[in-house]
């Protein structure tokens, strides 16, 4: 998250120190940041230092150059997945995406191509890029950090915004991707992480490696749940890792609830076994 990333040399200390503590229970171990570029930049000695709406400017082979420099910057700092690129396409005046110049483009063949040439990027550099946030947040203009926010486009208004994770998931380069914590109407209106309807949707688009939630504790806070709970409806509607940004006595309360819901038969085997399976792909390539 940044705060524990103060040099190059300190994280790729930190990153051994976590992969020496799991060294022979026979898995490896993803280590994942935020390192999109402008003002989403964790890792600040490492690229893009540019917004992706400057990048959108840029030819795609500029872009997946940046993409590729990003990937080599982590992975020398011992970070295999990298939570961006933003795949969102702004949509309406006052998109707060837009606002914080996260987006490649407002046009969606144009963020198709510039998500697909970064995380072709992150790829070229054995980093697994994590196109974000499905089924889009163009329609937001408010952060899903600080709000409930729901999204009341029809499908068709919002067909637009799956183009990127169509693009990437076609063209192999998105081998995770991170769902939203809005609600939409026009998929039940349940928050995304916990809406089988919108893990349908993404699969129908041809995309089948793993899922991950955007940060539990916010959506928790603005839904009015626990975070225990929060997390066990993500599990619940299938989507495969959980992300957690608080406390290792939060994180181990969730896995106590998970347990409990799991041998509870709340959640079922054979999800959990689906889940594992991506999860596990995932990180035969990604971990260490």
């Known amino acids: 998250m940044g705060a524990n990333a103060r040099s190059a040399p300190q ?3 930190l990153t051994a120190s976590l992969r020496s503590a799991v060294r022979g229970n026979g898995r490896p171990l993803l280590i994942a940041t935020d390192q999109e570029g402008g003002l989403v930049r964790r890792l600040r000695w490492a690229p893009p230092v540019a917004s992706a709406m400057e990048l959108g400017s840029f030819q795609p082979s500029a872009i997946r150059a940046r993409g590729r420099a990003t990937a080599q910057a982590l992975a020398r700092a011992g970070i295999g997945v990298d939570l961006a690129p933003v795949a969102d396409v702004p949509s309406v005046p006052g998109s707060f995406i837009a606002a914080q110049r996260r987006a490649f483009s407002a046009s ?3 963020a198709a191509a510039g998500v697909t040439a970064f995380a072709s990027g992150l790829g070229d550099g054995g980093v697994a890029a994590t196109p974000k946030h499905f089924p889009g947040l163009g329609f937001a203009t408010e952060s899903t950090d600080d709000t409930a926010v729901t999204i009341t486009a029809p499908r068709p208004a919002l067909a637009g915004g799956l183009e990127p994770y169509r693009r990437a998931s076609g063209a192999g380069v998105a081998p995770l991707v991170m769902i939203s914590n809005a609600s939409y109407t026009a998929y039940g209106g349940r928050p995304a992480a916990w809406s089988p309807r919108v893990l349908a949707v993404l ?15 916010a959506l928790a806070a603005t839904h009015g749940v626990s975070l225990d709970e929060a997390a066990v409806r993500a599990a619940e509607a299938g989507v495969d890792l959980l992300l957690l940004v608080g406390s290792e006595r939060s994180t181990e309360g969730v896995y106590r609830s998970l347990l409990d819901a799991a041998r509870a038969g709340r959640l079922s085997r054979a999800s959990l076994e689906r889940s594992a399976a991506r999860v596990e792909a995932l990180a035969a390539t990604y971990g260490g």
């Open 203 to 217: 699969r129908g688009l041809g995309h089948d490696g793993a899922t991950i939630t955007d940060a539990l504790e």
């Open 108 to 110: 969606p063949a144009r």
């Open 11 to 13: 994280t790729r200390a």
